[in-house]
């Protein structure tokens, strides 16, 4: 697409979902009967929903017309080889295996080569793939770069692994002991930020020399194919697609939540290079997702997701993708929101302790944002801090996290400019009230994941 300073939304709309429009008496009320935590709204008393990038896409007509002409055969389902043949010409992986969603993958394939005295290395392991490692009874280490953890500074690929680390903890585990390298592009849990092809290269030759396992958590293979397009030397003339294939050929298999970067509501899959391997994981498939067929998918699913994995790649939608994420991070940064740097594929993370640096971390500054976003725009979004991984010491004082982030992950494909603009418009009154925000406290919470659940009271 030529440089136009306005992007447009590369689609028209042509079935709508109506936002009901609330006003602030009316949020504040809702806000109370959900206790301050955002996970207990019904998203009807939400405005710009920026909870999750996942299972939230706008489908296409496209996608559409694949749903209504979805095979819904058991077993050689027509919707499953167009699944098949969609994937294995991208990954070039001869195995594939659908499941559910992501963490259905995650379950089968880390489950098998998890258990006791295993380990698995990762840039950053996201939450469901340390909790499925770590379930099986295994070891869970992130190893991305020092760079990747420092959310001011400039680096094209802060999602990169340490490969110094990465043959370091090869050497001292033992190859035999690691279950898998695990590569997440782009890096979730690190700002939704990239890996360069030079450092996937690295870590395969690293894997390859170990005989270690090396695969792709891929949910947002597409955003990070943009990055390596126009941030890595040697990548200008490749198409997204040839660059993300690529990825997966320096690879042994990969997981994906096709909730993502494949553009659908609901659905995943498992590739693989090795059949003894593939056979293994198609057992416990059977067992608990589904016939290797469908794996837990309506052939519906899998039909839209054939067709939506292909279009995430078309070169018009990616610009808008990449840069409306960046414009929204970009112009938060020109008021002065603190923010991680540069602006990842999927979403903005706003750095709470620095805006409310009156807040302690002990009254969750994150939280407080999260809730005065809601108060002020109807605007959902979720704390990644101290609420969300904060222990307690034996004497039940606070362990924070070390970052007290907000994430805005952006849906693909529903909101427009305007609303981009609205949210623009709420965080200048955050900024201008920023010294009248108040802390919370936790009054009720669960043993586990208690972001979801916990309620709060207003300090
Ligand atoms: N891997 C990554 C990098 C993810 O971001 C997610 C989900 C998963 C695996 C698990 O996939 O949800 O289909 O089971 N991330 C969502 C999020 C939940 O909001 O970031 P799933």
């Given at each position: 697409m030529e440089e136009f300073k306005t992007i447009i939304e590369p689609f028209k709309i042509k079935m709508v979902e109506p936002i009901k429009v609330s006003t602030s008496d009316e949020r504040l009320s809702y806000l109370q009967q959900a206790h301050y935590n955002p996970f207990l709204l019904k998203s009807d008393e939400v405005m710009i929903d920026f909870l999750t990038d996942s299972g939230t896409s706008a489908m296409s007509a496209n996608q559409w017309a694949g749903i209504m002409v979805g095979d819904e055969s058991y077993a050689g389902a027509r919707s499953w080889n167009h699944m098949r043949e969609t994937v294995e010409t991208l990954s070039g992986h001869g195995y594939v295996l659908p499941t559910h969603q992501g963490r259905a993958g995650e379950r089968i394939l880390y489950g098998f080569l998890?258990?006791?005295?295993k380990v698995f290395i990762s840039n950053t392991h996201f939450d469901t793939t340390r909790a499925n490692i770590e379930f099986s009874g295994a070891e869970a280490i992130d190893i991305v770069i020092e760079e990747g953890k420092n959310p001011r500074e400039f680096h094209p690929f802060k999602g990169n692994m340490d490969v110094v680390k990465l043959e370091a903890l090869i050497q001292e585990k033992g190859a035999e002991n690691i279950g898998a390298v695990i590569l997440t592009v782009t890096n979730n849990s690190g700002g939704g930020q990239p890996v360069s092809m030079e450092n996937t290269r690295q870590v395969s030759a690293i894997c390859k020399k170990y005989g270690v396992h090396l695969f792709l958590d891929c949910c947002r293979v597409a955003e990070n194919a943009y990055f390596i397009k126009h941030r890595e030397p040697g990548f200008e003339n490749h198409t997204y697609y040839e660059i993300a294939q690529e990825m997966f050929r320096l690879t042994d298999g990969s997981v994906m939540s096709a909730k993502k970067d494949a553009l659908v509501n609901m659905g995943g899959f498992i590739t693989l290079k090795d059949e003894a391997l593939a056979n293994e994981c198609k057992n416990l498939l059977i067992i608990t997702e589904g016939f290797a067929t469908y794996g837990g998918l309506s052939g519906r699913d899998m039909e839209a997701l054939a067709i939506g994995l292909k279009e995430v790649f078309e070169p018009d939608y990616l610009h808008y993708r990449i840069r409306s994420t960046a414009f929204l991070g970009e112009r938060l940064r020109d008021m002065g929101v603190p923010l991680m740097w540069p602006i990842g594929g999927h979403a903005v993370y706003i750095d709470a302790k620095e805006l409310y640096d009156h807040i302690p971390v002990q009254e969750y500054p994150g939280q407080a944002l999260v809730c005065e976003l809601y108060k002020k725009g109807g605007i959902r979004t979720v704390e990644i801090g101290s609420v969300m991984f904060g222990k307690y010491d034996n004497e039940g004082k606070l362990i924070p996290a070390p970052m007290e982030l907000v994430r805005l992950a952006i849906p693909r494909r529903v909101y427009t400019q305007s609303h981009i603009e609205f949210v623009i418009e709420v965080f200048e009154k955050i900024m201008q009230d920023k010294a009248s925000a108040k802390g919370l406290k936790i009054v009720e919470e669960p043993l586990f994941l208690r972001h979801f659940t916990s309620k709060f009271e207003q300090l």
């Open positions: 998890g258990g006791k005295g």
